[in-house]
């Protein structure tokens, strides 16, 4: 059954930096494509970055230059390095195979809320 925990979320001013991680257990993970994804209050979940098992990245054109998501196949952690932080990147974050090429887990993680306020 696979297990997904993401961490690293937090309050932080506009323009800072935080960087996530999603560990998945019990997951074939190496050979999937995965996927940070974010739900604002009110509004539905969005994907906002992929990378796929040779490491080919792709992003939200709202998170574009900023984000960087990254993997670590032998640890198996997908991670988001989130730059120049804005305050409507506010949202709580998941993570979880990019459902663009495959259906996600049905079992989503908790997320961890990123705050970005003054």
């Known amino acids: 059954q696979v297990q997904l925990v993401e961490s690293g979320g937090g309050l932080v001013q506009p323009g800072g930096s935080l960087r996530l991680s999603c560990a998945a257990s019990?997951?074939?993970?190496?050979?999937?494509?995965w996927g940070w994804y974010r739900q604002a209050p009110g509004k539905q979940r969005e994907l906002v970055a992929t990378?796929?098992?040779?490491?080919?990245?792709n992003y939200a054109d709202s998170v574009k230059g900023r984000f960087t998501i990254s993997r670590d196949n032998g640890k198996k952690t997908v991670y988001l390095q989130m730059n120049s932080l804005k305050p409507e990147d506010t949202a709580v974050y998941y993570c979880?195979?990019?459902?663009?090429?495959?259906?996600?887990?049905?079992?989503w993680g908790q997320g961890t809320q990123v705050t970005v306020s003054s």
């Open positions: 990378i796929t098992s040779s490491g080919s990245t």
């Open positions: 019990g997951s074939i993970f190496s050979i999937r494509a």
């Open positions: 979880n195979l990019d459902w663009s090429t495959r259906a996600p887990y049905d079992r």
